[in-house]
């Protein structure tokens, strides 16, 4: 009883110390807990899902295949279930005239005793026979506030259809529902997925006994690439487009990544954090056990082993210990059913909800206390070693020699005398001053991160869509057109002021034993509307018969400027052909590549034809030119750019919150190091200090003794934190990018000086506070200590 009121008297006079070690050891469990969690719910939510409503093993796309042929497919060993659809993009119209709107129909067979990529119904009822109804995504039926049985108007083949809402749901193939390679964000409003009978639908789109769409399973102890020969022998006589596993496929590609992110990131940063806890632990009571000498030879005289005194002091370890375990859990789980409710917003799973995970909180709790426990030991040890006759005296104090810094009288004359000791004390305490500095290069880093990412998060966006893309309006075609024809027309609109044909065609590439399907772009010899850049930003010309490869399909093919690929694709006459990379440049969303139209037309031989046109246009002339296209038979996606830029901006607003929290995160943890290094130095110096205002310094002069050491230590953690935030930023790009969009590796100017000055802000209130112990010091007290 008697050593735990000490142990409680003990805290309560360094409760702010102890405080900010804790508040880095709930920051861990903070985030250890809350992303296991979060990770937890979207995982269970997933394969719930994606059980529930048989989720595909592969997806291929093709031009157009007879209905019946499709369940000659199953006769393939290894393929369980195989099933045809019809799979058709078009325009909302009349819901919203200021946006684009698009729906993906996908024909629905309720017929099919076992349907693949189910539907879960949510609302009103499934349409039924030859019921002319749609059912639509959940998000867009709530983004437009629709009513069951309210008529939705769409542009197909150059007709007004109207189709009632007969209800809405939600598919496991689209959790994540996003147009296209260059769309990372969802947008309901703006593209979403509904279901048709297919008896409806391929009345609709004239395409009776067709299919463009199969999905199928696998027989279990079969693997994709088992069956991918044989399916891609059968599917090429019907114009092939692609042919991917589940892994590939856009949303759950997505949501997969977001997983595992989950998992890395939980798995890192809490041990990071937990160790800085642990070092400031470690340091604050070693300096308590060389203080309290005396008090431990005199329990030690009084009868009490030394076993006992050295629990006496783990139990300062183990009550912190278990204080941040028990806070930093409970804040995890409330920060994990924030991160639910937020991954909701994105991904359409719905069974995604909080829960709490007993598991996560017991193991966190517990793996904060083995931190502290295992501190404190290393820490307190010495106190088995002490023997009450020596614990009673004072230490010897250690003589040590001028360092070299003292010996360069030219820089020691620089400094003035609370500098000097400054300097002195922290050369001579070489252990605390590299915990003090890697505290802040840690500090400085992780905000230069966080801001980096925010940085490089515009970066990656706007660098497309202002640099990259310029044009204004972008209108895809549902088949090729003529070239030439439906360039003249275009050029002819009011308000155009300038028309590039564009010609994007699915491909194969090969460079030795490596593949990689993508979309090749054909762009005009002196394009400017569509331009890629190079590392420098400047636009890459084109030349004729070599290919362009984005960074990300350079990597994938492992290809270097002056390898020979080979090329196949169904929309070739004859396939394969070969051609060299001529340049590699950097992309960061979607991963495409560029070819000279006149080389990738040769290439085809197919004669002139163009699947889409990017155009320049007076803002004002928008609006007529999509009314006028917005239903023409062959319009496919009619796309602004502008609205993809606002978009963009809108919901990376909405989400800066948790980068803010990051950076405040790591301005609590730099304070706390710097805080509690101060208050050590302070507490073994105190006698030193104590002198000083006796001989007449003011607590300010005082001061400078110590922060003169901590700016020091400051100013060469900030510096070794610009290599760091280097390296870790290349880290993080790494970790992060993915087939459809690639995050650049780079330190933002603007990064580096709000790290600067958010590690700044840390030092300085450190500094305030032990400002505030100075003036409190009590100087009788303390020149009397050693009588």
Not at 175 to 192: L, T
Not at 309 to 337: E, K, M, N, P, R
Not at 381 to 404: N, T
Not at 634 to 658: H, K, P, W
Request: hydrophobic share 45%; proline share 5%; aromatic share 8%.
């Amino acid at each position: 009883m008697i050593l735990l009121r000490k142990m409680l008297r003990d805290i309560g006079e360094n409760k702010t110390a102890y405080l900010a070690c804790a508040v880095v050891l709930i920051i861990g469990l903070l985030t250890y807990t809350g992303m296991l969690m979060a990770r937890d719910n979207l995982f269970i939510a997933r394969e719930q899902f994606y059980q529930e409503y048989h989720l595909a093993d592969g997806f291929a796309q093709v031009r157009a295949m007879p209905y019946t042929e499709v369940k000659k497919l199953a006769a393939i060993e290894g393929i369980a279930e195989v099933q045809g659809r019809l799979v058709k993009d078009v325009r909302v119209l009349g819901l919203n005239e200021d946006k684009n709107i698009y729906l993906r129909f996908v024909s629905l067979d309720q017929s099919q005793p076992f349907l693949l990529n189910g539907v879960q119904l949510l609302r009103g009822a499934f349409p039924h026979g030859n019921e002319r109804a749609l059912l639509v995504g959940d998000k867009f039926f709530t983004a437009h506030r629709l009513s069951l049985g309210q008529p939705l108007t769409v542009a197909i083949a150059g007709k007004k259809v109207e189709l009632p809402v007969a209800g809405s749901g939600q598919s496991p193939e689209f959790v994540y529902a996003i147009k296209g390679g260059q769309n990372i964000f969802p947008d309901p409003a703006g593209f979403e997925v509904a279901y048709l009978p297919y008896t409806v639908m391929e009345s609709l789109f004239n395409q009776k006994g067709r299919v463009n769409d199969i999905v199928f399973t696998l027989r279990p102890g079969y693997k994709f690439e088992d069956v991918e020969p044989r399916l891609k022998a059968e599917l090429t006589r019907y114009g092939l487009e692609s042919l991917i596993p589940r892994k590939d496929q856009a949303s759950n590609a997505i949501l997969t990544q977001e997983l595992d992110g989950l998992a890395k990131m939980a798995q890192s940063v809490p041990v990071l954090f937990l160790t800085i806890a642990a070092l400031i632990l470690y340091i604050m009571l070693k300096r308590l056990v060389e203080a309290q000498r005396g008090q431990i030879g005199t329990l030690k005289a009084f009868g009490y082993r030394p076993r006992e005194i050295l629990l006496h002091y783990l139990s300062y370890g183990l009550l912190v210990g278990l204080v941040g375990g028990v806070v930093g859990g409970l804040l995890g789980t409330a920060l994990s059913f924030s991160l639910t409710r937020l991954y909701a917003q994105y991904f359409s799973l719905p069974n995604l909800s909080g829960r709490f995970s007993r598991a996560y909180f017991v193991s966190g709790v517990l793996l904060s206390t083995a931190f502290s426990l295992f501190a404190a030991y290393q820490g307190t040890k010495g106190v088995l070693r002490l023997r009450p006759a020596d614990a009673l005296h004072p230490p010897v104090p250690l003589f040590k020699g001028k360092s070299s810094l003292e010996r360069l009288r030219v820089v020691w004359a620089a400094f003035t005398v609370p500098g000097r000791m400054a300097v002195r004390n922290a050369l001579r305490n070489r252990a605390r001053s590299l915990f003090t500095l890697l505290g802040v290069t840690f500090t400085f880093s992780l905000i230069a991160v966080v801001w980096s990412l925010n940085g490089l998060m515009d970066t990656m966006v706007l660098e497309q869509f202002t640099k990259v893309q310029q044009y204004d309006v972008k209108i895809s075609f549902t088949r090729p057109l003529p070239l030439t024809a439906v360039v003249r027309e275009l050029e002819d609109e009011p308000g155009v002021k300038r028309v590039e044909p564009l010609l994007e065609v699915p491909v194969t590439l090969q460079h030795e034993h490596r593949k990689k399907s993508v979309a090749a772009l054909g762009l005009p010899p002196a394009a400017q509307l569509y331009t890629p850049l190079d590392k420098r930003g400047s636009p890459v010309a084109i030349p004729e018969g070599g290919v362009v490869l984005s960074e990300q399909v350079a990597a994938k093919l492992d290809a270097q400027v002056g390898d020979r690929l080979r090329l196949e694709s169904v929309w070739a006459e004859e396939s394969p052909v070969y051609v060299d990379v001529a340049g590699i440049v950097p992309q960061y969303l979607g991963a495409n590549v560029y070819l000279n139209q006149n080389t990738l037309l040769g290439l085809l031989r197919q004669g002139e034809m163009a699947t889409s046109l990017v155009i320049a246009v007076d803002k004002g002339c928008i609006p007529a030119l999509k009314e006028k296209y917005e239903t023409a038979p062959y319009t496919g996606m009619f796309e602004e750019r502008r609205q993809a830029v606002d978009l963009f901006r809108e919901l990376i607003g909405s989400s800066r919150y948790m980068l803010y929290s990051m950076a405040l995160l790591a301005v609590v943890t730099g304070f706390a190091i710097v805080y509690n290094s101060s208050i050590i130095s302070l507490a073994e110096r105190k006698r030193e200090l104590a002198s000083l205002r006796v001989l007449g310094m003011r607590p300010g002069e005082v001061l400078e003794a110590v922060s003169v050491e901590q700016w020091l230590l400051g100013v060469c953690g900030i510096i070794a934190g610009i290599p760091l935030t280097a390296v870790l930023n290349q880290v993080l790009a790494r970790s992060m990018s993915s087939d459809l969009y690639s995050l650049p590796a780079g330190t933002t100017p603007a990064a580096l000086l709000e790290a600067l000055l958010g590690t700044m802000l840390a030092i300085w209130l450190a500094q305030q506070w032990v400002a505030r112990r100075i003036r409190q010091l009590d100087l009788v007290e303390v020149l009397k200590e050693r009588e």
